[in-house]
């Protein structure tokens, strides 16, 4: 008889997050991903309201007691106490940092507990990644040294784009980075569906409403378009963070919502009929990016992508294939791609035909569980 026990049955994987929400919305494939080697896993987060979604793939959620916004070194220290503690409890054989902020609190507590196997879960650099002064140069500098010194034999870097281990030191070729096509996105989920008929040419932003995410560049682009004549509407979808500081004011989204051809619509839990209804999805990031799972879910959804020329969005998006790019910060240039896109449907359509293909070639969430179970037997058999 076959034996049918996973190759890895019993041994113990711990997901350090700091939002349960984020790991709800991102990375049910890798806990997924770890059940199916017959990993046991424990998820290690604050929780809120997402504790049992995480636990409905076979995880176990561990509360961690920290203040995500908090940047003050002792808070960030204890948070890492806190977590050993835990670590070393759960008997961990691999410690699995998703983000910034648990690459550092986990990876710190990670060598506390004395655990060598370490996996990085870069999702961005976030303003670091978008700022070119001396103070986001320093930081970036501190921050490329943290990392690497965390850096074991046996550990590795996941990213999301072949840009964010450059700007850490590091060759996207270097043996301990796996580049993967960020989070995976279902495609039978997020299906094709017909294009709306044209005009208007409809385009929406789905995204945390944050002035990092550029949703005033969509706005003022759409502005100046619509004073060219152009037929175009633009659709806001999200909701401001109360705990980030580049939150956009609500009373700004009621503002620009009052604008004709503009409209804030708020949070969605429809994003595959936020695209049933829009020709285009729009995400004119400031930089910092991953690989943001917005651009998948319109992408499987056969909906092109207009999108700024920063890492991560570029990672995916080929300018005239999948979409089109332009320089971040620049609403004129997008401006002038609503003017020509709205004059012809078919290149909207091609556009949203590329993307879907390319969404199939490597960025499915079956394509991420596959190089992170690869990743994880590496890991645990050497």
Not at 50 to 78: C, F, Q, W
Request: aromatic share 6%; charged share 25%.
């Amino acid at each position: 008889m076959l034996d049918s026990t996973p190759p890895l049955a019993g041994r113990k994987l711990v997901f350090v997050v700091t939002e349960d929400w984020f790991f709800a919305s991102h990375f049910l494939p890798m806990a997924r991903a770890a059940r199916e080697l017959g990993l046991s896993v424990k998820v290690v987060t604050r929780v809120r309201e997402h504790k049992d979604v995480i636990e409905a793939t076979g995880a176990r959620v561990v509360a961690l007691e920290s203040e995500r916004s908090s940047l003050n070194p002792m808070a960030a220290g204890y948070a890492a106490g806190q977590l050993a503690a835990i670590l070393k409890a759960e008997r961990a054989e691999i410690v699995h940092c998703i983000a910034l902020r648990g690459i550092l609190v986990g990876g710190f507590a990670a060598v506390l507990a004395g655990i060598p196997r370490r996996v990085f879960a870069l999702t961005g650099l976030g303003l670091l990644g978008a700022r070119r002064d001396p103070v986001g140069r320093l930081a970036g500098g501190f921050l490329r040294t943290v990392i690497r010194a965390l850096l074991t034999p046996q550990s590795h870097l996941l990213v999301e784009n072949p840009d964010d281990p450059e700007r850490l030191g590091l060759s996207a070729t270097d043996p301990r980075v796996t580049i993967v096509g960020g989070a995976g996105v279902d495609p039978d989920f997020y299906a094709p569906q017909p294009m709306p008929d044209q005009p208007p040419l409809r385009l929406a932003v789905v995204a945390r409403m944050l002035w990092s995410k550029g949703v005033d560049i969509a706005v003022e682009a759409v502005r100046q378009a619509r004073a060219m004549g152009a037929p175009v509407e633009l659709s806001l979808y999200g909701a401001p963070d109360p705990s980030n500081r580049r939150a956009i004011p609500e009373a700004t989204l009621r503002a620009w919502s009052e604008e004709e051809g503009i409209r804030w619509k708020g949070r969605t839990r429809d994003v595959a009929g936020v695209w049933r209804d829009h020709h285009l999805a729009c995400l004119p990031s400031r930089g910092g990016e991953g690989l943001p799972r917005t651009i998948l879910e319109a992408a499987a959804c056969g909906r092109g992508i207009l999108t700024s020329d920063v890492p991560g969005c570029r990672a995916f998006v080929r300018d005239g294939c999948e979409g089109r790019l332009f320089p971040p910060n620049d609403a004129g240039r997008l401006a002038a791609i609503l003017v020509e896109l709205a004059r012809d449907p078919d290149a909207v359509r091609r556009l949203g035909a590329h993307a879907r293909s390319r969404v199939l070639d490597g960025f499915t969430e079956r394509a991420v569980m596959n190089s992170v179970q690869d990743l994880y037997r590496r890991i645990l058999t050497t």
